[in-house]
Nanobody
Framework: QVQLVESGGGLVQAGGSLRLSCAAS????????MGWYRQAPGKQRELVAT???????NYADSVKGRFTISRDNAKNTVYLQMNSLKPEDTAVYYC???????????????WGQGTQVTVSS
């Protein structure tokens, strides 16, 4: 089994910062990419940022220049540093991992349970 455990969400005032963490554990052979998605009430889940094993990053236009994704390969952990937060960043943030569990297995997608980020105005 693979588990993704997120932490670091909470309540912050507009202009503030938060750092999210997501640790992947279990039977993992290799990780192709990890990333963050978010879902606000009444809206579809959307990409926030992704980071591949080749260090390629992709950010939603709405967070460019404010959010930074990074990882610690030794810990199979991905981080999302969120600065200059806005009320419209309020959402449940989900961690995602694209990985292989074994050398012979196909790549598969896994999701964390989500962590709430609330930005007050």
């Amino acid at each position: 089994q693979v588990q993704l455990v997120e932490s670091g969400g909470g309540l912050v005032q507009a202009g503030g910062s938060l750092r999210l963490s997501c640790a992947a554990s279990g039977s993992i052979f290799s990780i192709n990419a990890m990333g963050w998605y978010r879902q606000a009430p009444g809206k579809q889940r959307e990409l926030v940022a992704t980071l591949t094993s080749s260090d390629l990053t992709n950010y939603a236009d709405s967070v460019k220049g404010r959010f930074t994704i990074s990882r610690d390969n030794a810990k199979n952990t991905v981080y999302l540093q969120m600065n200059s937060l806005k009320p419209e960043d309020t959402a449940v943030y989900y961690c995602n991992a694209d990985l292989r569990r074994f050398r012979w297995s196909d790549r598969d997608n896994y999701w964390g349970q989500g962590t709430q980020v609330t930005v007050s105005s």
